[in-house]
């Protein structure tokens, strides 16, 4: 029995691709048709997404509040001073900021508060003409719910003024005293039963005349 020799044919069928690949080697427009078909045109080319940085900022900006021309609350009185004028010892003089709304009417004020403890928290607070966010700049009434409003024209350096008292315990009270140039605020804040001695309402008015002074000088 003799075995049939079958890698003739095999041969055979290979030879068109090995000629194939032979004209394609020694053609060198082929390796340019392959390498242009295979990259991307120009309009399949994705562009580039921005980035943050590199998008439009908004116009819209938002613009600091003015700082007022007057010196600063605690530049203005000190622990010592209150406590000269209280007749008890305070803690260390503690600086912030406020807004105060009254009617139609809101400023922006510098405070300098001032810790008795287990007795009365004082706060001083200075307020100038371009402290105002609405309305006019003026020595407008404090609000009468639960407290009684008096005039208070006899502060010394004030053209006008205000004294507000809780009408009930525990005591709050607020001396208001206005120039030409500022509105000054001394507010008192007492804990609940204790005794206090003096006269709140003269004490706060010398605390309003010796910032006042300050401020002239």
Same mark, same amino acid.
Request: hydrophobic share 40%; with cysteine.
């Given at each position: 029995?003799? &075995?049939?020799?079958?890698?003739?044919?095999? *041969?055979?069928?290979?030879?068109?691709? &090995?000629?194939?690949?032979?004209?394609?080697?020694?053609?060198?427009?082929?390796?340019?048709?392959?390498?242009?078909?295979?990259?991307?045109?120009?309009?399949?080319?994705?562009?580039?997404?921005?980035?943050?940085?590199?998008?439009?900022?908004?116009?819209?900006?938002?613009?600091?509040?003015?700082?007022?021309?007057?010196?600063?609350? +605690?530049?203005? /009185?000190?622990?010592?001073?209150?406590?000269?004028?209280?007749?008890?010892?305070?803690?260390?003089?503690?600086?912030?900021?406020?807004?105060?709304?009254?009617?139609?009417?809101?400023?922006?004020?510098?405070? +300098?508060?001032?810790?008795?403890?287990? &007795?009365?928290?004082?706060?001083?607070?200075?307020?100038?003409?371009?402290?105002?966010?609405?309305?006019?700049?003026?020595?407008?009434?404090?609000?009468?719910?639960?407290? /009684? *409003?008096?005039?208070?024209?006899?502060?010394?350096?004030?053209?006008?003024?205000?004294?507000?008292?809780?009408?009930?315990?525990?005591?709050?009270?607020?001396?208001?005293?206005?120039?030409?140039?500022?509105? *000054?605020?001394?507010?008192?804040?007492?804990?609940?039963?204790?005794?206090?001695?003096?006269?709140?309402?003269?004490?706060?008015?010398?605390?309003?005349?010796?910032?006042?002074?300050?401020?002239?000088?």
């Amino acid at each position: 029995m003799r &075995l049939r020799r079958t890698w003739p044919a095999a *041969v055979l069928l290979l030879a068109p691709v &090995l000629a194939a690949c032979s004209d394609d080697a020694d053609d060198p427009k082929a390796g340019d048709d392959a390498s242009t078909s295979s990259s991307a045109t120009p309009e399949d080319t994705p562009s580039p997404s921005r980035t943050p940085s590199e998008t439009a900022t908004s116009e819209a900006t938002t613009e600091a509040p003015p700082v007022s021309a007057l010196p600063a609350a +605690c530049d203005l /009185i000190t622990a010592d001073d209150v406590a000269k004028t209280m007749g008890v010892s305070f803690g260390p003089a503690e600086a912030g900021s406020g807004t105060t709304t009254e009617q139609d009417l809101e400023w922006r004020s510098d405070n +300098c508060s001032f810790e008795a403890t287990d &007795l009365v928290e004082v706060t001083v607070k200075v307020t100038g003409q371009d402290d105002f966010v609405a309305g006019t700049f003026g020595c407008s009434q404090p609000s009468e719910i639960a407290s /009684i *409003v008096e005039p208070a024209d006899d502060i010394a350096g004030a053209t006008d003024g205000w004294w507000k008292v809780s009408d009930a315990p525990p005591l709050e009270a607020t001396l208001r005293a206005c120039s030409a140039t500022a509105l *000054v605020d001394v507010e008192m804040e007492y804990e609940d039963g204790v005794d206090y001695e003096g006269d709140p309402r003269a004490q706060a008015a010398q605390l309003a005349e010796f910032v006042l002074a300050n401020l002239q000088g």
